[in-house]
């Protein structure tokens, strides 16, 4: 089987050139022809010796993922399904701001964790992407997007990995891909504008601290065990006192110097002051000095098999209003996309029976896009 070129990062590119007898700085042109310049014809690298490029075609790839859909909001926001073969998909996300470009990158095809409020937790899990399908989110989703703006500037300033899965389950894949996105042959991303979001698996943390520190963010979602048990079922096995150590761990090699917990506010579940009450005393006071933090509280998406609510919108300010007077910073997630917001992982849950995303997405009157093979950039750019 050809490689997939996407599957390395710069040391594994070089490593990979180096085996057929080709030195460093060939695996660098390579690397920025394909991740800076959106590059997937071997042919069209011009400045690579003319043996090497025939080589190439004869043993490698640049390997795109099909794009199932496109789902273009009203506000910029897109969302695009990917194929990632044997009736499964993933979904990533890009959100525009003003000061900055976020892609939201899934890491598994579904997801073990299955925590209640999640649709991709619903779906149980099918597999872990490859290091080449994590980063093709990013390399299609850039790439297009540079070209439909028109422009050769960076479009994507930050990534974080908050899609289908959970990251730190698929750690053997994530490193590389987090790498590539970290280079400055590849994506040049500082580590501030690469996030790193779990539920919680400890040993990770600490490794991750070690291997390429990213922002962290933890899905909190709970402030006490037995809630967070029924909620985020992992957390049986890392209960809060260990994940809270895990992120004071982590703290040093951070390269911001909080950690960000998300916690999703379902009506009369988790959303209470008295829940607010107990979540200001667990961060403030874990081993006598508290969690540094922010809080990100989320709007919870519904979907049907979840039997929950989303909160009520004084209940989110409420919440909010008394983390912030207690001087826990704690901002409320905007509703992006809420004309294509489905929540995260239901589009991928249908691709089982395409007609369903596609009948919906038709419905929604969303649906740009249906095609079943992405083509190369070349092509798309000479199009
Ligand atoms: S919230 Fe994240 S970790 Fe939990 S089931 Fe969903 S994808 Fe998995």
Redesign the pocket.
Known sequence: MTANLLDFDLEGLAAWCERLGHKRFRAVQLFRWIHQKGVADFDAMSDLARDLRQRLAGLAQVRALPVLAEQVSGDGTIKWLFDVGDGNAVETVYIPEDDRGTLCVSSQAG?A???RF?A??HQGFSRNLTTGEIIAQLWYAEHALRRRLGTHERVISNVVMMG???PLQNYAALVPALRVMLDDHGYGLSRRRVTVST?GVVPMIDRLAQDCPVALAV?LHAPNDALRDEL?PLNRKYPLAELLDACLRYLPAAPRDFITFEYCMLDGVNDTLAHAEQLLTLLRTHRGRGVPCKINLIPFNPFAASGLRRSRPEAVKAFADRLNGAGIVTTVRKTRGDDIDAACGQLAGDVLDRTRVRERLARRGTLRLAVERTRPAAQEAAA
């Open positions: 997801c964790v299955a925590c999640c991709t937790g289908m899965g959970e539920s899905s985020v």
